[in-house]
């Protein structure tokens, strides 16, 4: 097979093809149009010509619509009208090698990350943190990265943050002010993200790149689809969370490829504007960087979305692929769209593109792609093939069967909770207040003779309480010093990988 017939045919009319190179698949894409126009079967489309030309993908699955791709399309006269107008003769009702993920482990296999893969920008940004609590966090990243203490789950960051809380005195000569106050208020919003299903998101066997990047025995791309129906709907955050763990995983994980003759995974980003919803300004630079960089990695990404105008222009900027279906022009910001969408295609042949848009049926299209050398195709209305697996969901006994016979089955399911940050400093609390306790009862007894002396000189009375506070103070420190480090130094490896940070500082 050449190089050539793996390009997909975005869209046609018959007489002109507006197509998807392999080797500019790594230079991003966007799928934008209102509600019900077809974004979701040109993403299967999509989807199913990458995995058809071996190309692994990894899709967000928001309505549970895109888990036909699993099964073969069922014959409609719909499919033989578009079959007929852009003359596929090669089309073959097909269905494609599927996993399912949910991170509620429910609908698919439960996907994880550990707290420390997730990092303290994605987190900070995930928490809404301020200035000082994003201080702390790093503070608390810093501690468990110098001390080698796993952050894997949720109680082990909370168990953290309370042993900084306890011993904020001895640690702020080197890791700073840590306020109680600024403690409290991560606390609190971690019981938030529990609630949403942080606790199911965090922990271990946290998901391997790999496993999302697989091809079947007959080379073709494995698709991987999270369903994300409750995560959109109940944990916004979460999801968006998710998303950024997963670029810059692939960016740390992947080497530099360069330009390949086809990307080695795309990922498809329904509802892509809680990506950026509400995201801090730092946070959505290291994003627009990451979207730039990882086009290196061989990486492609495809956002669907409503209307351009929900994606930052700088990320807006890096697609590579524009397919535009019908937008409504019924409000202001409709039409600032509408201008938004025409000014932004190369037409050399003069579309009228905002005349065009309003009109587009559903599964047609304004499509610009990129060229050999890169630069954008003139835009062209066309209408969308036919995918060649079932279109719509299918129902949960389909999909019962398909989790339970997939290759995946059994390696997600159990979470183990190995010692980490939480069974190790609770273990030293334990030790800790035995201590403490001893420490109270010396105290006690040495009032008690200076109570017996209590006739003795004020001056030498205030230079004992003094010395008194000092030796309190640096038992403490002692206490703490001695504690990260027994809990640390087996563990060895630095476990915190700063992830988005550590790459654009
Ligand atoms: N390329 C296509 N081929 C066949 N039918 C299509 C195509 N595009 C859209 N449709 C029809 O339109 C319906 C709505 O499309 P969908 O992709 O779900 O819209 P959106 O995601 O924009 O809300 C689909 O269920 C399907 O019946
Ligand atoms: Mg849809």
Known sequence: MTTESKNILLAGDGTMRAEQRMDMSNRHGLIAGATGTGKTVTLQVLAEGFARAGV?????????????????GRPHKEIDRRVNLLGLSDYKASP???LFWDIFGERGHPVRTTISEMGPDILAALLDLNETQTGILYACFAIADDEGLLLLDLKDLRSLLAFMSDNAKALRGEYGNISSASVGAIQRRLLVLEAQGGELLFGEPAIALKDLMQKDFSGIGVVSLLDAEQLVRESPKLYAAFLLWLLSELFEELPEAGDLEQPKIV????????????MPKGLLEKVEQVFRLIRSKAVGIYLITQSPLDVPENVLGQMGMKIQHALRAFTPKDQRAIR???????????VDVVGTITNLGLGEALVSSLNEDGAPTSVVAGTVPPPQAQIGPIDDVTRAKAIADSPMSGRYE???DRDSAFELLAARTEAAAQRAEREAAEEAKEKQEQAAQKEAERQARKQRQRSGGSRRQSAGEAFVKSTLRSVGRSLGSRLVRGILGSLLK
């Open 56 to 72: 692994p993908v990894f899709a967000v699955d928001v309505k549970g619509d895109l888990s036909g791709i699993s099964q073969p």
């Open 267 to 278: 990922l498809f980003f329904d509802e892509a504007h809680l990506l950026f919803k509400d």
């Open 96 to 98: 494609h090698p599927t």
């Open 340 to 350: 938004a969408v025409a000014a932004g295609f190369r037409n050399d042949t003069g």
């Open 414 to 416: 159990t979470e183990i």
